[in-house]
Nanobody, 124 residues
Framework: QGQLAESGGGLVQAGGSLRLSCAAS????????MGWFRQAPGNEREFVAS????????NYGDSVKGRFTISRDNAKNTVYLQMNSLKPEDTAVYYC?????????????????WGQGTQVTVSS
Protein backbone atom coordinates (compact mmCIF):
# COMPACT_ATOMS: atom_id res chain seq x y z
CA GLN A 1 0.00 0.00 0.00
CA GLY A 2 2.71 2.45 0.99
CA GLN A 3 2.67 5.29 3.46
CA LEU A 4 3.72 8.92 3.52
CA ALA A 5 5.06 10.47 6.70
CA GLU A 6 5.59 14.19 7.17
CA SER A 7 8.08 15.67 9.60
CA GLY A 8 9.70 19.00 10.38
CA GLY A 9 6.72 20.97 11.57
CA GLY A 10 6.80 23.08 14.70
CA LEU A 11 6.51 26.55 16.17
CA VAL A 12 8.42 29.41 14.55
CA GLN A 13 8.30 33.17 14.74
CA ALA A 14 7.11 35.26 11.83
CA GLY A 15 9.91 35.77 9.33
CA GLY A 16 11.51 32.46 10.22
CA SER A 17 11.99 29.28 8.21
CA LEU A 18 11.08 25.62 8.42
CA ARG A 19 11.84 22.65 6.20
CA LEU A 20 9.23 19.94 5.96
CA SER A 21 10.06 16.43 4.79
CA CYS A 22 7.79 13.71 3.50
CA ALA A 23 9.21 10.20 3.40
CA ALA A 24 7.60 7.29 1.60
CA SER A 25 7.72 3.84 3.14
CA UNK A 26 6.40 0.45 2.20
CA UNK A 27 6.72 1.22 -1.50
CA UNK A 28 8.27 3.69 -3.89
CA UNK A 29 6.08 6.15 -5.72
CA UNK A 30 7.88 5.74 -9.00
CA UNK A 31 6.38 7.97 -11.66
CA UNK A 32 4.24 9.87 -9.17
CA UNK A 33 4.12 13.61 -8.85
CA MET A 34 4.09 14.89 -5.28
CA GLY A 35 2.30 17.76 -3.66
CA TRP A 36 1.91 19.71 -0.44
CA PHE A 37 -1.41 20.98 0.84
CA ARG A 38 -2.38 22.71 4.05
CA GLN A 39 -5.49 23.13 6.12
CA ALA A 40 -6.15 25.65 8.84
CA PRO A 41 -9.05 25.27 11.31
CA GLY A 42 -12.33 26.17 9.68
CA ASN A 43 -10.76 26.40 6.22
CA GLU A 44 -10.77 24.12 3.22
CA ARG A 45 -7.65 22.22 2.24
CA GLU A 46 -5.43 24.57 0.24
CA PHE A 47 -2.91 23.73 -2.47
CA VAL A 48 0.64 24.77 -1.56
CA ALA A 49 3.00 23.24 -4.12
CA SER A 50 3.53 20.34 -6.49
CA UNK A 51 6.49 18.78 -8.24
CA UNK A 52 6.64 16.41 -11.17
CA UNK A 53 8.22 12.98 -10.94
CA UNK A 54 11.41 14.21 -12.61
CA UNK A 55 11.49 17.37 -10.53
CA UNK A 56 11.56 19.47 -13.66
CA UNK A 57 8.16 21.07 -13.19
CA UNK A 58 7.00 22.81 -10.05
CA ASN A 59 3.87 24.77 -9.28
CA TYR A 60 2.93 26.94 -6.30
CA GLY A 61 -0.14 28.41 -4.76
CA ASP A 62 -0.33 32.19 -5.07
CA SER A 63 -0.02 32.75 -1.33
CA VAL A 64 3.38 31.01 -1.11
CA LYS A 65 5.06 31.94 -4.39
CA GLY A 66 8.51 33.35 -3.83
CA ARG A 67 8.66 32.10 -0.24
CA PHE A 68 8.30 28.31 -0.45
CA THR A 69 10.32 25.83 -2.51
CA ILE A 70 9.38 22.23 -3.21
CA SER A 71 12.03 19.66 -4.10
CA ARG A 72 12.43 15.90 -4.14
CA ASP A 73 15.11 13.24 -3.86
CA ASN A 74 13.83 10.13 -5.62
CA ALA A 75 16.77 8.04 -4.41
CA LYS A 76 15.60 8.72 -0.85
CA ASN A 77 11.87 8.55 -1.66
CA THR A 78 11.52 11.93 0.00
CA VAL A 79 9.97 15.26 -0.93
CA TYR A 80 10.75 18.53 0.83
CA LEU A 81 9.09 21.88 1.37
CA GLN A 82 11.42 24.72 2.29
CA MET A 83 9.39 27.52 3.84
CA ASN A 84 10.96 30.95 4.25
CA SER A 85 9.61 34.30 5.38
CA LEU A 86 6.84 32.58 7.27
CA LYS A 87 3.73 34.52 8.20
CA PRO A 88 1.09 33.86 10.86
CA GLU A 89 -1.37 33.06 8.08
CA ASP A 90 0.84 30.11 7.10
CA THR A 91 -0.26 28.39 10.30
CA ALA A 92 -1.93 25.10 9.36
CA VAL A 93 -1.55 21.36 9.23
CA TYR A 94 0.61 20.54 6.22
CA TYR A 95 0.00 17.35 4.26
CA CYS A 96 2.06 15.70 1.56
CA UNK A 97 0.37 13.64 -1.11
CA UNK A 98 1.23 11.45 -4.10
CA UNK A 99 -0.40 11.94 -7.50
CA UNK A 100 -0.26 9.02 -9.98
CA UNK A 101 0.06 11.56 -12.76
CA UNK A 102 3.56 12.48 -13.85
CA UNK A 103 3.24 16.27 -13.85
CA UNK A 104 1.37 17.09 -10.65
CA UNK A 105 -1.82 18.99 -9.98
CA UNK A 106 -3.25 21.71 -7.75
CA UNK A 107 -6.42 19.66 -7.25
CA UNK A 108 -6.57 17.56 -4.11
CA UNK A 109 -8.79 15.05 -5.92
CA UNK A 110 -5.84 14.13 -8.18
CA UNK A 111 -3.87 12.72 -5.26
CA UNK A 112 -4.32 9.07 -4.31
CA UNK A 113 -2.14 8.83 -1.21
CA TRP A 114 -1.91 11.20 1.74
CA GLY A 115 0.20 11.54 4.84
CA GLN A 116 -1.16 12.24 8.31
CA GLY A 117 0.03 15.84 8.37
CA THR A 118 2.41 17.93 10.44
CA GLN A 119 1.48 21.08 12.36
CA VAL A 120 3.14 24.37 11.49
CA THR A 121 2.48 27.30 13.79
CA VAL A 122 3.82 30.77 13.05
CA SER A 123 3.67 33.27 15.88
CA SER A 124 3.48 37.01 15.32
Amino acid sequence: QGQLAESGGGLVQAGGSLRLSCAASGRTFTGYAMGWFRQAPGNEREFVASISWSGGRTNYGDSVKGRFTISRDNAKNTVYLQMNSLKPEDTAVYYCAADPGFWGSSRASSYAHWGQGTQVTVSS
